[in-house]
């Protein structure tokens, strides 16, 4: 083979690679633990490694001002994009909350305290509780409790000092409580100014870690309500080139995704978004399905949807005897209050993955997930489903 030949041949086995496709994969490899717990961020690496670009089609909203559509999906790269997560309740009680206050005690933890390695994330994190269920009482006891529990057993750390650090780790917990879909996109444009102002909180010099909507369907009633009204209005006026219910419902969320958006690339960080389902999980050929009710610029924005549910004690058989039933009473009670969940992930949209997904979970077998367990003082997760 002459020279030239063999030369061609290497260059044809070098492997080409864009100057955005190298800068991808450097911040991959700082966010293989972007939320501190390995089952969860195992999943984040296989649903952000192939993320396609969406359509131009996918985000328009109509924007009344000009009464014309904006294409929105030319903001909306999903390859630059860091991982945006729904986090359904399959019903309630289901554990939702509960793992998002575990989540938002690691990311809060130092990484480091006295020479003694904590292993947080050392960031801050935003908190929308648009529903009011908020326990700082029960964030602050997971925060407590996990800090005993890293650190470690040859150098421990006293009680006050926890005590202390659990207060002061605390104080990098920002929470809004919006009232509407249009005050809560309001709000999350405001974030950057406020976020970067030292002189409003201690956060300043932290990253943003995560921001975390506790329900995104709380308000889904009240902007069917107020889409249906609008409309009612613009019709009486005559006006022409009306456009319909669905439009005017689906503007309010491209509207708060793309805030979202803005500050998600500003920051770098992960948005958690919990939301509710009211129909029973379907199980498919690929796996199982829990439907949504979020608008479709949602299920376009977000990129793996996780289901939490909580592990039920089977009923008692057709044939078991009133003695049986009571002989085997405590342990089913016993089994009841271990309070033990699965966290796994929705197939919803599955037919739109990317191959390298649907390879990466059959991978993973039946442990396309995590268990996690609550209790009176903490929030513990197995890295399998059990």
């Keep these: 083979m002459s020279a030239d030949g063999f030369g061609g041949q290497v260059l044809s086995e070098v492997k080409k690679e864009t100057l955005n496709e190298l800068l991808q994969a450097f911040r991959n490899l700082g966010n293989k633990d972007r939320l501190g717990i390995p089952g969860l961020d195992q999943l984040l690496a296989i649903f952000n490694h192939a993320r396609p670009l969406e359509t131009d089609q996918q985000y328009k909203a109509v924007d009344f001002s000009r009464n014309q559509l904006r294409p929105h999906a030319l903001l909306l790269r999903r390859a630059t994009r860091a991982p945006v997560v729904e986090l359904t309740g399959s019903a309630p009680c289901s554990g939702k909350t509960q793992l998002l206050y575990l989540i938002t005690a690691i990311s809060l933890i130092p990484k480091t305290y006295k020479s003694i390695i904590l292993g947080g994330r050392e960031g801050s994190v935003i908190w929308f509780d648009t529903d009011g269920r ?5 964030l602050h006891t997971i925060l407590h409790r996990e800090i005993i529990r890293r650190s470690h057993p040859l150098a421990p750390i006293c009680a006050t000092e926890i005590e202390d650090l659990s207060t002061f780790t605390l104080k990098n917990l ?11 996109a309001a709000t999350i444009k405001s974030l ?25 369907s709380i308000f889904l009633a009240q902007d069917r309500v107020d889409a249906n009204n609008e409309l009612l209005n613009l019709t009486a006026q005559h006006q022409p080139g009306t456009p319909g219910t669905y439009n005017i419902f689906s503007s309010t969320y491209a509207d708060l995704i793309l805030g979202l958006r803005d500050v998600q690339r500003f920051f770098d960080c992960v948005i958690i978004a919990g939301s509710w389902s009211y129909t029973p999980v379907q199980f498919t050929v690929d796996g199982p399905v829990l439907r949504s009710h979020l608008p479709s610029a949602w299920n376009n924005f977000c990129n793996l949807r996780l289901v939490s549910e909580r592990l039920t004690v089977p009923r008692f058989g057709p044939r ?26 929705n197939y919803l949209g599955s037919e739109d993955w990317d191959d390298s997904i649907q390879t990466s979970l059959n991978q993973l077998g039946r442990n396309r997930g995590f268990s996690f367990q609550v209790t009176q003082n903490e929030v513990k997760v197995n890295d399998e489903i059990q």
Aim: hydrophobic letters at 35%; one cysteine or more.
């Design 192 to 216: 950057p100014a406020y976020l970067l102002n030292q002189t409003r909180h201690q956060s300043s010099a932290r990253s943003l870690q995560i921001i975390i909507i506790s329900n995104l």
């Design 174 to 184: 920002h929470v809004f409580r919006p009232q509407s879909s249009l005050s809560l």
């Design 134 to 138: 908020l326990s700082t009482n029960r």
């Design 320 to 345: 078991l005897s009133a003695g049986e039933a009571m002989q085997e009473a405590e342990e089913r009670q016993d089994e009841a209050e271990k309070g033990r969940f699965l966290c796994w992930v």
